[in-house]
């Protein structure tokens, strides 16, 4: 299998991306077990060398000691995400507690920590650079948060917890995902439709064409599909039926991850303790720019104090709105969207619709490819020299203009598909830095659920999904514009709480002419974003702001409670959720509890971390405030925002970068000066909490 297999022979793609053409589900854990063995004896040679430990031949050497493991494990849960299978899922159940044994073998070394102990103990005599340095810390820290320090027994009890942790966040996502995909939403009376758009509908019965119905029209969980219900469906049970089917993925079902939520918050938090902190959150804090659990409540509590009387404002506008259109009175959850829209374009003279046939995909793209070439000079090209892992993804080579360098490779993933998880993110195949004896250009994924595509017209997305596509591109750029020598400390291998601010900060260009000239144009007739409707669309920028505040803080909150509470003393998950959100909900719970479908803290990385949507919104905030004051594409302000934000990493603490980017600390009233909720000439520049 080792001479055939794709995982395991030099790539012959350009820039030696994955061959997608050859890798099929058997070569995965055949590849993993390789990389492990190939692994375990590059560490064997860093413990049996006679000299003393450097930098060079012990931390160096760790960190490149598992590239043929990390190269195959990183296709294989990309691919569970992106194109996920049953093979691939019952594939996770073996390769999890295989990766996350060997990872416990590293990290459990005595004598391999011994090599690494010597080098840090000697530290300040070394001549390092900051990233040597901070790689130095970083790897330090790894091994005793890793359980170095801890004695024989304890070290086995944490071994058994991470291999059990290790599959359950890939079961819980595939929960999550089989819960949703099982619904369907089937219409056969067309007068059912009211209201629905006609993109929308002609997507819902390409849907049912595929499944071999000619006479009706499907709607799924897909939120591309799910979203037009909620927000337009006249026919108030339809959306009543597909919001409560959204709102109780994984609960109550054969599927149900409630269980699953329980045992995870429990394995963590013993855990932490094992590792001698007083719970999971206090062990994720301890290396994230809001040092301490007290620091992210304080935080969060300032905003839930501007963002709950704004929601309870919000909720009544709605309500009253609702009652004279002689809705319902009151009003619950699956009428939000709905009456939100309508009250929308009665105070701002617009529908979304009206925006979205202004938003065709192909021309998006091009323009947000624009977007980046006038902001830090980049250049996108097709190339189908890449193979891909589904006909809808292609792939781009990436170049600096200035010096026709090549800066890396891009894929994009856009639609909805069996088997690929809900939501978008950003992803890398392979970061930048030392791999294979080079340095080398990182290959970068951003994986979507659009619109799709309808027979008669192109993929129109909506705002939300424009402003998705500026998010995650902002990553992509973040990774592929990183200058570091180490693949660890390479592009969004920053603290947590630092990650979105490269995603966020390019939501901002969404909203601007100069920007939406760049490619808004009408499917079409051609003709250019009307200038009044994008005066309208940051007229409404602010509507219901409080409401969509108070949602982000309360599930931030959330997740530090699970975090911070004594697992013993939880005995239900709907009923512990209610408890912790009852200060926050404006509406009673009327489906399941948001926790069993939560992927982002049971089965992604932002446990004890959701805050840090909010955390890095005040750093997006007052970094874009200064592109408005310099201008929106300014070349000085968008080298230095390149040269010590993005092309650093995660090489230097992001306080350091962000302070010599910005010349002070964040404002930490940017936000809320943004979101209208507070006086425009307040003003007080000092650190983020």
């Not at 050859?22 to 055949?30: A, G, S, T």
């Not at 059990?164 to 939403?185: C, D, I, Q």
């Not at 624009?370 to 809808?392: E, G, M």
């Not at 966020?504 to 409707?533: C, M, R």
């Amino acid at each position: 299998m080792t001479n055939t297999n794709p995982l395991l022979t030099p790539s012959d793609v350009p820039n030696m991306a994955p061959a997608f053409d050859k890798i099929r589900e058997e070569h995965f854990l055949p590849a993993v077990e390789a990389g492990i063995e190939e692994a375990r004896k590059n560490i064997a040679a860093i413990k049996a060398n006679k000299d003393a430990p450097t930098f060079e031949n012990t931390i160096v050497a760790l960190e490149t000691a598992s590239e043929t493991l990390g190269a195959a494990s990183g296709v294989f849960y990309n691919m569970l995400s992106a194109n996920g299978t049953d093979g691939l899922q019952a594939l996770s159940d073996k390769i999890g507690p295989l990766s996350a044994n060997f990872s416990s073998d590293v990290s459990l070394d005595p004598d391999l920590f011994a090599r690494v102990k010597a080098v840090w103990d000697q530290r300040d005599t070394l001549s390092l650079t900051p990233e040597q340095s901070r790689m130095l810390d970083e790897t330090y820290k790894g091994f005793v948060r890793g359980g170095a320090l801890l004695n024989d027994a304890d070290k086995a009890k944490l071994r058994e917890m991470n291999e059990r942790l290790s599959t359950m966040g890939p079961a819980f996502s595939n929960n999550v995902k089989k819960s949703a995909e099982k619904f369907e939403l089937w219409i056969t009376d067309e007068s059912d439709l009211s209201g629905i758009p006609d993109g929308a509908r002609a997507v819902a019965r390409q849907m049912a064409e595929e499944k071999g119905r000619n006479d009706a029209w499907l709607f799924t969980l897909d939120f591309p599909s799910y979203l037009p219900v909620v927000q337009y469906a006249d026919k108030r049970s339809l959306r009543e039926k597909i919001w409560r089917a959204f709102a109780s993925r994984a609960y109550g079902d054969e599927f149900d991850n409630s269980q699953m939520v329980l045992d995870i918050v429990t394995l963590r938090d013993a855990r932490a303790k094992l590792l001698g902190y007083n719970d999971h959150a206090a062990y994720v804090l301890e290396q994230r720019m809001a040092r301490t659990e007290d620091e992210v409540r304080a935080f969060l509590t300032k905003l839930k104090n501007a963002y709950k009387p704004a929601a309870e404002k919000d909720l009544k506008m709605l309500q009253d709105f609702a009652r004279k259109a002689g809705g319902p009175d009151p009003i619950q959850p699956w009428d939000v969207a709905y009456y939100g829209e309508k009250l929308k374009q009665d105070l701002f003279k617009f529908s979304s619709e009206d925006l979205r046939p202004y938003f065709p995909l192909d021309n998006v793209l091009k323009g947000v490819f624009q977007h980046f070439t006038k902001l830090f000079n980049l250049r996108f090209v097709a190339n189908d020299k890449y193979p891909v892992w589904h006909p809808d993804v292609t792939a781009y080579d990436v170049f600096d203009n200035d010096s026709n360098k090549f800066m890396g490779t891009f894929y994009a993933d856009f639609f909805p598909r069996t088997g690929k998880k809900d939501g978008a993110w950003m992803t890398a195949f392979r970061d930048q830095g030392l791999y294979r004896g080079e340095v080398r250009r990182p290959v970068i994924a951003i994986v979507c659920n659009f619109t799709k595509p309808a027979k008669d017209q192109p993929s129109l997305l909506t705002f939300d999904e424009l402003l998705t596509l500026f998010h995650e591109m902002g990553h992509a750029i973040h990774g592929m514009l990183s200058d570091v020598t180490y693949m660890s400390m390479a592009g969004t291998n920053v603290l947590w709480d630092f990650v979105e601010l490269p995603s966020q900060v390019q939501e901002n260009w969404a909203y601007t002419s100069e920007t939406l000239d760049l490619f808004a144009a009408h499917y079409k007739t051609g003709e250019k974003i009307p200038a009044d409707l994008v005066k309208k669309l940051n007229d409404a920028k602010n509507f219901m702001g409080g409401w969509a505040g108070l949602r982000q803080v309360s599930f931030a909150l959330l997740d530090m409670a699970w975090h911070t509470a004594n697992p013993s003393t939880i005995k239900d998950t709907a009923t512990f959720e209610d408890s912790v959100m009852k200060d926050m909900s404006l509406f009673p719970r009327l489906a399941g509890p948001q926790s069993t479908a939560f992927s982002h803290l049971f089965a992604g990385g932002y446990s004890a971390g959701y805050y840090s949507y909010k955390w890095a919104e005040v750093l997006d905030a007052d970094t874009f405030a200064l592109f408005e004051e310099k201008g929106l594409y300014d070349q000085e302000t968008a080298k230095a925002y390149k040269a010590e934000i993005l092309s650093r990493g995660g090489s230097e603490h992001p306080q350091v970068l962000y302070v010599r980017f910005r010349g002070r600390d964040a404002d930490p009233d940017a936000l809320l000066r943004r979101e209208g909720l507070l006086d425009p000439a307040q003003t007080s520049p000092g650190q983020v909490a």
